[in-house]
């Protein structure tokens, strides 16, 4: 298998697929209501629905610079607002994360491996996850999907079914 369908297939696994570590994304918020979604059991901390758009954001900026060559923040921000609750909301915003990923793995298959060791962004800015390779950005979205799955599942445990 080659690195880019090797990050493909990480990308599937933490998504929807057959993962090692547990369950992925989609399975975790499978059975997540617009309320579950926007409660905060943790004060200062983001809600599932803060974070599934906070993803979503992160996953169309790396598409967006696997494309363009050019590293900048997210066209919707890192932590975009949710819109105000509702049922239809909610299942728009999963929506949203599934195409999202959907994308980025097109994307990812699309780009050339001889290109994984450049640069992309002029200088390094970890807030802004630039000036790196485009090897480590993409491996970054693997482990940043995950890191905020496991804030999911953590935050699930506060309602019953958790």
């Not at 493909?8 to 617009?34: C, K």
């Not at 050019?70 to 994360?97: H, I, N, S, T, Y």
């Not at 050339?112 to 807030?127: I, N």
């Not at 390779?133 to 953590?154: D, E, P, W």
């Amino acid at each position: 298998m080659n690195e880019i369908r090797a990050i493909a297939d990480q990308l599937a696994r933490a998504h929807d697929g057959e993962s090692w570590y547990g369950a992925p994304t989609m399975v975790v918020l499978r059975g997540v209501t617009a309320e579950q979604a926007l409660r905060r059991p943790i004060q200062r901390a983001h809600t599932i629905w803060e974070i599934v758009l906070h993803m979503t954001s992160w996953q169309r900026e790396v598409i967006r610079r696997l494309r363009t060559r050019v590293a900048r923040e997210p066209e919707d921000g890192d932590w975009p607002a949710p819109p105000e609750p509702a049922k239809e909301a909610w299942r728009e915003a999963v929506e949203r994360l599934e195409a999202a990923h959907r994308e980025l793995i097109t994307e990812v298959e699309r780009f050339p491996a001889e290109s994984l060791g450049e640069v992309v962004g002029e200088a390094r800015d970890a807030p802004q996850g630039s000036g790196v390779s485009y090897y480590v950005l993409l491996h970054g979205i693997v482990q940043h999907n995950l890191a905020h799955t496991a804030q999911i599942s953590l935050l699930k445990k506060d309602f019953a079914g958790g």
